[in-house]
Structure formats: C-alpha cells, structure tokens
C-alpha cells in the first residue's frame, strides 16, 4: 500500500509533511510533479543527498582558489539540485554567486560563504530526515 504525502504550508511559511515542519526544503512541486508518487519522490531527495556534498566541496574549493569557471559550473549544477528539493532560499544564493562569479572574481563570494555553508548544511539536514522519515510506513 502506498502512503501519499499530506502538505500543507502554515502561515509563517514552513513546510509540514507528516506533521515535520520543514523551513528549508519544499517536497511539494516535486511530489505534485511526480503524481503524487512518496516512493519516487524519495528517491529524488536521496539522490541530492548522495550528490549534492560534493558539488558544494567543489563549489567551496573554488571560491577559495578563485576558479571562476569552475565557480559558474558547481554553482549552476547544485542550483538545479536544491531548485529539485524546493530548497529557494539556498537556491536563491546560489543564483546570486553564479551570476556574480561572470563579472567579479570568484573569491568576492568568501565574505557570504559562511552563510552559504550554514544554509546547506540545514537544507541537507531536512532533505535527509525527508528521505529517512517522510513515506515510511509507521
């Protein structure tokens, strides 16, 4: 029997699937995308959690060596990865260094690095619990 996913979105913007409030991640468009379909939608989210830490290793390691194609290309890849999870804030930021590493030089992104890394780690955090949780029969 497959369990369906219940979404709903609260007034103050978090996410709650299976009453687990998510402030990182939207699972939503990519179940709704997928007909409603938790099992494929899971193994979208573990996809990103197995891929995405070493794109962002190698994004970091680029801004550190200020290797602006590099930069460009790990940027745009992860984009599309946490644009997948509903991840739009980290999305967002990520949108923001790629563009920013066409006109300036790549290590100008150091200063939000931080921020950024802070911003993945709770994206990653919450797209695990959806993998290790979400759908599972209780």
């Known amino acids: 029997m497959e369990q369906y996913i219940a979404y709903i979105a609260s007034a103050s913007g978090e996410k709650r699937v299976n009453d687990h409030r998510y402030q990182h991640i939207n699972p939503e468009p ?44 790990e940027a745009h890849s992860l984009k599309s990865m946490t644009a997948l999870v509903g991840a739009g804030v980290l999305t967002d930021m990520l949108k923001s260094i790629e563009t920013q590493s066409r006109a300036e030089p790549p290590v100008c992104a150091q200063p939000r690095l931080a921020e950024l890394q802070a911003l993945f780690a709770d994206v990653a955090a919450e797209v695990r619990h959806y993998v290790d949780q979400v759908g599972v029969a209780q």
């Open 30 to 73: 990519l179940l709704e995308a997928m007909g409603g379909d938790a099992a494929a939608c899971r193994h979208m989210f573990g996809t990103f959690a197995q891929s995405a830490p070493a794109t962002f290793a190698r994004l970091e390691q680029a801004i550190h060596a200020d290797d602006a194609a590099q930069v460009k290309r």
